[in-house]
């Protein structure tokens, strides 16, 4: 079935360098994409998001960048800081799911002091 | 910081057990969501609602139920606990201002069962 996946499970960075999550998803009917950030013990918190008929979205340190020819989304963090280390998740809402979000399998972001 | 709120926060729990996961929302949002997930795995849908007296089974399977008797409230019961409910669950809520699309999730339930 379709689903949303993450390239890599672990990243691992120097803390000041610039950290790259990528995500693959396989339904060309998601309209609508949002990274959340998931703390130890803590439910996902909303990172950013960004719609289809975008390619890129800026927040405060955080990009996400939106492929739909080869179905790819990124999320970029600058100066990446201790307080970043986390399970990074991609979620992908289709129109023909309901509404409902499809998350993918969770990259662990681990940044080194 | 969302208004989401779940107890408990832990639990441990014999076989056979009846149990039931709290979930409230003050934000108003007719949508609310329970997902399980596996320690660093992906969440999985298990039961999800559009509003009072609406409820609906996710993707994955489950054997606990809800009930959505008011707006604010979806709490999800496990009339049997066994092992293979280990795990956490996570209550969302969505359909505010920010529109369909963005879920607000509470801190989850850490359910272990004996």
């Known amino acids: 079935g379709e689903s949303v996946g993450l390239h890599l499970p672990t990243l691992s960075v120097q803390e000041g360098d610039n950290s790259i999550i990528n995500c693959a998803y396989s339904?060309?009917?998601?309209?609508?994409f949002i990274w959340y950030k998931q703390e130890s013990g803590k439910g996902p918190q909303f990172i950013i998001d960004i719609r289809s008929n975008m390619d890129k979205r800026q927040g405060q340190r955080v990009t996400v960048l939106l492929n739909k020819t080869v179905k790819h989304l990124s999320l970029q963090i600058a100066a990446t800081q201790p307080g970043d280390s986390a399970v990074y998740f991609c979620?992908?809402?289709?129109?023909?799911?309901?509404?409902?979000?499809?998350f993918g399998q969770g990259t662990e972001l681990s940044v080194k002091p | 910081e969302a208004d989401i709120y779940q107890t408990p926060r832990y639990l441990v729990i014999g076989t056979g057990k009846k149990i039931t996961l709290e979930c409230s929302q003050t934000?108003?949002?007719?949508?609310m969501y329970w997902y399980q997930q596996d320690p660093g795995m992906e969440l999985h849908l298990i039961h999800y609602s559009y509003g009072v007296n609406s409820t609906e089974k996710g993707d994955l399977s489950s054997e606990s139920t809800v009930s959505r008797i008011r707006t604010e409230h979806f709490p999800l019961t496990l009339e049997s606990a066994r092992p293979s409910h280990t795990s956490q669950y996570l209550c969302?809520?969505?359909?505010?201002?920010?529109?369909?699309?963005?879920?607000?999730f509470g801190p989850g339930t850490r359910l272990t069962v004996l």
């Open positions: 934000m108003g949002h007719d949508k």
């Open positions: 339904n060309s009917a998601s309209d609508y």
């Open positions: 979620a992908e809402n289709a129109y023909n799911q309901g509404g409902k979000l499809i």
């Open positions: 969302a809520s969505g359909g505010g201002v920010g529109g369909d699309n963005e879920q607000f």
